[in-house]
Structures are given as structure tokens and as C-alpha cells.
């Protein structure tokens, strides 16, 4: 009994310590009875669930981009509330639960996976609705990974509904060889719509996902101020120069037809309209590594000082970057975008962001000179001139001016609150007046106890004048 023990102990340590993702199975050819797998240039893949179709090709663009450890990091961690430190400190314990770990985003599992490349599995799915509910199938799934510096591209069709379960098999595979899940608006529909479909079967077990990358939240925060749409199709166009990685849309069949397509195919109509699904499909996939190559580039302090990049696009990356506890990084973009010379609408926000950024880093005079620009804005000079009232109360010790300051936000609070019909914006008004009634009474209180008199400054210097010329 011993020495089989010791032979099978053995044989144990022989098994490789972490799993190989393997090749996937060869496919077989489809029957002269089989027109749409001829048609979208597909194989047959079998297994013990039965059949459904795969469609594999390789292609050199977009090109592997190596991901930096600290953009992955930006990309994991979950956004850091503003302006009230015990919300910061809450929202940090509560992410070290997330995902059912108490290390959470920062779990050894997700680093190790997300850290490697080789882990990665893009995926998109076209589905026969947008709703997501029971009666919504994903026809088509989707799947690409770097490989060979490259991008190797999977798709999984079904040709009848009886073939989701061999579709759904083969996805779990790759899921468990490739477990971070990369997507654009996957977290709220192409993912919950597999977890769904997964359920149903009742036999496949959900996998699971040691991450999940959306890039629409970083690519939203990064070029919505300048396009408006961050749609993929937008970003192609407008953000990644599609022509130059060799491809381009239009031929592109529509999103909204694409559902119609496969019903028609599935009552006995013509399945050529299919193969611009297909590759719809594959172009949404190479867009979608192709997007994460230039966030990556983008995102990277170790990358280039950002001299050809839009203002609107160094905006939106300085808020990101401030969201996520970079304050340093966030307060040299949003520098920099002012400086490249912003849009005159958004200038007047971001030189309120970064004047904040710059009183938290403790540039009080930079803050209280960005202030000082923004007293004569129609929004944001009532704000202007309360923070302008705090430096002079706390930092300047000119109790005077802070006053001056004080009843000037009073004033243009109550002239916003009288020419706003908003119900919220004028409880909003009530309680900032409120707060600047406060403020004023300390002041005129903090001056009468020292012994000095109220005055505004060009009545006290008419006084001042005045008493000079009856001393003569």
C-alpha cells in the first residue's frame, strides 16, 4: 500500500502547477447540406452537448499592446467619493469585500490575472434583442485574445436555438482558460445577458471571472466631452484612426437590423445578410483591443507628455485620474488642458476643478487667483466668492475682505435663486444662503469683538480721505 501511494505521489508531482490554456479543437467541415457554415467560412465544433458552429481567423492589427501595472490598477479600482474623507475611508474598506474577498479588486487572484495578458478574453456578443430578458439569445458570441502579437479571433454561432448548450459549454472553456473578461458596456448587458442564458441551462456551470474590464466607463470619462457619442464606431473614427490600422466600416450592416437578420435566416430566409454580422462582430472585437492599446498609451504617466492630445481629451483624462485618488497626475492634465487652450464652455469648469486641486494640494494663493477668475462667471461666482470669503477668513486673516466676499456670493445666490424655476436648484439656493447668513454674522462678530468697525472698502477709504483733509 505504501509504495502505490508513493508511486501515485509521484505521478502528482509530475502535473503542472498552473493550468496550460489549451489550443482549441480542431473543427470539422461542414456537409454540402450546411450552406450558412460555407457561407460565414466556419467549422463544425462538437462536444458532448452537441454541435454549433466556430468561426476562427487571426489578424495582425491591431498589433499586442504590453499593459502597464499602474494603468491596470487605474482600470480596477473603483472610483474615491469627493470632498468628505470618511466616504473615502468607507468606500475603501468596502472594496476590499468586493467580489466576495476581503482584499477584493486588490486580490491576489485579480492581480495575477490581470497582470497577464495571456488571461485576457475580449468578448461581444450580437443577441436576438436588446431587452435581455428570458427570450433574448446570443446568436453569436464573440472571443479574441493576443496571440502570436496579434489578435486571434473566435466566434461561436448558433445555427439553431437546440445548439445553445454546446455554444455555452465551449464559452465556459474558454472562460476558465482566459478568466478577465474584456468588453465595452459588457458589465451591464453582454455578461448579464451569458449569466442569464447560463442559469437556464440548469446543467453549465456560470463561470467564473477572476476580473472584468469595461472600457466604456474609461472611454466615456476620456472623450465624451469632445464627441458627445462614445459609441465604438464613434471611437474608431475619431479616437483610433481606423484607416491607419487597416479597416473600416462602410459596408457595416446595423446594429439595430441585426436581430431581424437572424430571424429571417431562422424561418428559412437567405443567411447572406449573416455574414456582415459576422463581421460586424469582428470588427467591434478588433476595435475593442485596438481601444484598449490607446487607453493604455493614454493612461500611462511613463508614456509620452501628451503635446499632440486635445484639451477636451487632457480634461477628461485629468477627471478620471481625479476620481481615482490621482491628485498630483489629475492637477498637472487639468493644467495642461487649460493651457492648450480649452473650449470657452468648459473653461470656466475646469479652472473651478483645478482651483479645488489646488487648495487640497495646499496652494492656497493658486486657488485663491483661479477663484479671483471665476467671481464674474454667471454659475460659478456665487461659489467663487465663497471660497474667496474662506481664504480671506482663514489663510489672509482680512477679515474685511472675506466679508466683501460673503455678501457678494449672498448677493448673486439670491439673484441665481430668483431666475431659476427649478424647485431643487432653489432649495440648493436656500441652504447655501443659509450657510452665507452664518458666515457673515461670525464675521461682523470676530470684527465688532476686535474692536474695529464694518465698513466696505471704498467707504472706509472715502472716510480715511475725508479725515485727512479736516486735519489740514
Not at 47 to 65: C, D, K, M, Q, V
Not at 419 to 432: E, F, L, M, V
Request: glycine share 8%; aromatic share 6%.
Amino acid at each position: 500500500m505504501s509504495a502505490s501511494v508513493d508511486k501515485f505521489s509521484r505521478l502528482a508531482a509530475l502535473k503542472p502547477a498552473h493550468r496550460i490554456a489549451q489550443t482549441p479543437a480542431a473543427l470539422r467541415a461542414p456537409d454540402e447540406c450546411d450552406p450558412v457554415s460555407k457561407l460565414l467560412g466556419g467549422g463544425i465544433a462538437r462536444n458532448h452537448y452537441g454541435e454549433h458552429l466556430a468561426i476562427r481567423n487571426w489578424f495582425s492589427t491591431p498589433e499586442f499592446s504590453e499593459p502597464s501595472a499602474g494603468v491596470l490598477d487605474l482600470l480596477t479600482k473603483a472610483p474615491a467619493p469627493q470632498n468628505h474623507p470618511g466616504r473615502r475611508e468607507r468606500a475603501s474598506e468596502s472594496g476590499r469585500y468586493k467580489n466576495g474577498s476581503r482584499d477584493g479588486a486588490g486580490s491576489r487572484r485579480m492581480r495575477d490575472a490581470v497582470q497577464n495578458p495571456e488571461k485576457w478574453l475580449f468578448l461581444d456578443t450580437e443577441t436576438t434583442g436588446l431587452a435581455g430578458g428570458t427570450g433574448t439569445y446570443a446568436f453569436l458570441v464573440g472571443l479574441a485574445w493576443w496571440d502570436a502579437g496579434g489578435l486571434q479571433v473566435e466566434q461561436l454561432f448558433l445555427r439553431d436555438f437546440s445548439e445553445e448548450h454546446s455554444l455555452l459549454h465551449e464559452l465556459a472553456e474558454r472562460l476558465a482558460e482566459r478568466p478577465v473578461l474584456v468588453t465595452f458596456n459588457g458589465k451591464s448587458f453582454d455578461w448579464p445577458l451569458l449569466e442569464n442564458r447560463f442559469t437556464m441551462t440548469r446543467a453549465i456551470r456560470l463561470p467564473s471571472l477572476a476580473a472584468h474590464l469595461d472600457l466604456l466607463h474609461p472611454a466615456r470619462a476620456l472623450w465624451k466631452l469632445r464627441l458627445g457619442s462614445v459609441r465604438l464606431v464613434e471611437l474608431e473614427r475619431h479616437v483610433l484612426d481606423a484607416a491607419k490600422l487597416g479597416w473600416h466600416r462602410e459596408d457595416d450592416v446595423s446594429s439595430a437590423l441585426i436581430p431581424q437578420f437572424y430571424f429571417d435566416y431562422l424561418r428559412g430566409g437567405s443567411a447572406k445578410p449573416l455574414a456582415g454580422v459576422v463581421k460586424h462582430n469582428q470588427m467591434d472585437l478588433r476595435g475593442l483591443a485596438a481601444l484598449y492599446g490607446k487607453i493604455n498609451s493614454l493612461l500611462d504617466e511613463h508614456q509620452a507628455a501628451h503635446e499632440d492630445t486635445d484639451s477636451l481629451d487632457l480634461f477628461g483624462l485629468s477627471r478620471y485620474l481625479n476620481r481615482r485618488g490621482e491628485q498630483e497626475r489629475a492637477h498637472a492634465m487639468c493644467a495642461q488642458a487649460l493651457g492648450a487652450g480649452l473650449p470657452a464652455d468648459f473653461r470656466p469648469l475646469a479652472t473651478r476643478e483645478l482651483a479645488i486641486m489646488a487648495r487640497r494640494r495646499g496652494d492656497v494663493e493658486r486657488a485663491a487667483s483661479l477663484w479671483l477668475e471665476l467671481v464674474q462667471h454667471p454659475r460659478d461666482g456665487a461659489v467663487a466668492c465663497e471660497h474667496l470669503a474662506i481664504h480671506y477668513e482663514r489663510t489672509a486673516r482680512d477679515l474685511g475682505r472675506a466679508v466683501e466676499f460673503a455678501e457678494l456670493a449672498l448677493a448673486k445666490t439670491q439673484r441665481q435663486s430668483a431666475h431659476s424655476r427649478d424647485p431643487y436648484a432653489a432649495a440648493r439656493a436656500a441652504r447655501a444662503e443659509k450657510k452665507l447668513l452664518c458666515r457673515l454674522e461670525r464675521l461682523r462678530h470676530r470684527i465688532e469683538k476686535g474692536g474695529g468697525r464694518l465698513q466696505a472698502p471704498l467707504l472706509a477709504r472715502t472716510a480715511s480721505a475725508s479725515a485727512s483733509s479736516k486735519g489740514r
